[in-house]
């Protein structure tokens, strides 16, 4: 991450000189460099922004409050006085967590500094809060759906098991799939749950410039990082609610994943955003595993045949309780269907996931899942109105998946001390975009809102010293 400020005026050239400057002074390549950072009141400045833009990064504008907190070697009351922080370079540089490699330099009009990326555990998630853990704990960490797999399901699962000895034969779940979208069956391709798919797209698509969308569910870029690639951030911020600008991915990316609705900010990006970004020559890759969460469906890209490169997966582990079952599909063009299958091992789905499949897109199931999805979107207003009681918690974003994102100073000793009172709740600092002070809490039930909201009054009033 690299801070950067400038004078009014200051020019691309001085700018981009300093940068690569401050990069050789630090051991770096310019192809290290994962974004600009400066204060909001510098973002527009076109010196700044045009030397994000010749390195191919975003600029990242940071409120002068939000840096004026980070602590930064070299302060400076001029800087304070004109900008609100003591340090442009240094305190943007460290916006998003990590050390200084190289502290402030300055031109005639600029000033540099380079920290190093905060690192996150792309492999970390929600079932690791609950694994091995006391069976009483609530688990508001995994996004699965409570109850589920409901008994009509759980039978017709349990029925296959007879058909054990023959190989998996997909092509009833395939056509029953493409059905459901109004698809020919050249367009869809089961998988293993999602996270096969993020593997075969990783391995299979050959992308020059990948770039991911953050924070979202990290398993795509952790597997794009498995196969090799060099993988590219555009990191939302909250200020924006978590909000999508097409303009903000480089215009020569050829992958681009994105999540609607998003793990973990639950932010629904509009369809005519995410339809913005297919172009000829890009595989747009949008994570669509809990728009059945979302009531009509409401932006959802599954079953367009109008965009170029469109890639949309879909999963059925969550709204169905099937995570232990690993269930998904793909819906692309033929051509690229056809090469994603051909990354594939032979019978990749298990029979009992095959018939899970078939029967949770009929028309029967997908009126149970809207029945579903509208329960989920009163209790989760449920929630959010009980969290707005709550001055020292922050939702960034409007909500829309089964889950919701909360800010709290102290966040990792909140989740402890909740865990304490009996709840497991998702950690945030694992997504990129994200530190410690993020939580994530699956929607559940009036009543289990209900508890879960004493809890969380508790775990803040023993953070903040106070006798309840």
């Not at 030397?51 to 980070?70: K, N, Q």
């Not at 970390?124 to 609950?130: I, K, L, Q, T, W």
């Not at 092509?171 to 391709?189: E, S």
Request: net charge negative.
């Amino acid at each position: 991450m690299v801070g950067v400020g400038g004078r009014a005026g200051v020019s691309v050239a001085e700018v981009c000189a300093l940068v690569e400057e401050t990069l050789r002074e630090a051991g770096l390549a310019v192809g290290a460099v994962t974004a600009l950072a400066t204060v909001e009141s510098k973002a527009a400045e076109a010196g700044l922004a045009g030397a994000a833009e010749r390195f191919g990064v975003p600029l990242l504008g940071y409120a002068a409050d939000e840096l004026a907190a980070l602590a930064v070697p070299h302060p400076s009351t001029a800087a304070r006085a004109a900008t609100g922080t003591p340090s442009v370079a240094e305190a943007a540089a460290l916006a998003t967590g990590g050390e200084l490699l190289v502290p402030k330099r300055r031109s005639a009009a600029a000033t540099c500094a380079v920290a190093t990326a905060p690192a996150h555990d792309l492999r970390h998630h929600g079932d690791a809060e609950v694994r091995d853990a006391d069976p009483a704990l609530v688990d508001l960490a995994v996004n699965v759906r409570a109850h589920t797999p409901p008994d009509w399901l759980t039978a017709r699962i349990a029925a296959s098991l007879g058909d054990l000895a023959a190989y998996p034969d997909g092509r009833a779940a395939r056509a029953a799939v493409a059905a459901r979208h109004g698809l020919p069956v050249d367009r869809v391709l089961l998988t293993a749950g999602a996270a096969e798919a993020f593997v075969l797209i990783a391995r299979a698509l050959g992308a020059v410039r990948p770039v991911v969308v953050h924070p979202q569910f990290t398993e795509p870029e952790a597997a794009l990082r498995d196969a090799g690639h060099r993988v590219e951030r555009v990191v939302l911020r909250p200020g924006d609610g978590f909000r999508l600008d097409p303009a903000a991915v480089p215009d020569d990316a050829d992958l681009v994943v994105v999540g609607n609705p998003t793990n973990p900010t639950s932010v629904l990006h509009p369809a005519g955003a995410l339809a913005a970004l297919a172009r000829p020559g890009r595989i747009l890759v949008v994570d669509e595993a809990f728009m059945d969460a979302v009531p009509g469906e409401r932006e959802a890209l599954a079953g367009r045949r109008d965009l170029p490169g469109l890639v949309v997966l879909r999963s059925l582990t969550k709204t169905w309780g099937l995570a232990g079952l690993r269930i998904g599909y793909v819906l692309a063009e033929p051509e690229v269907i056809a090469r994603l299958a051909a990354a594939q091992p032979l019978w990749p789905v298990s029979t009992p996931a095959l018939v899970a499949a078939e029967a949770c897109v009929a028309p029967a199931a997908l009126a149970e899942a809207e029945r579903a999805a509208e329960r989920v979107a009163r209790d989760r207003e449920h929630l959010l109105a009980g969290l707005a009681e709550f001055e020292e918690v922050t939702v960034a974003g409007v909500a829309e998946g089964p889950f919701v994102l909360i800010r709290v100073a102290d966040g990792a000793g909140v989740r402890a001390r909740l865990r304490a009172l009996g709840f497991a709740v998702r950690r945030g600092d694992t997504f990129p975009g994200l530190d410690d002070a993020w939580l994530r809490l699956a929607v559940r039930d009036r009543a289990t809102t209900g508890r879960l909201l004493q809890a969380l009054d508790r775990a803040l009033t023993a953070g903040a010293g106070r006798h309840p």
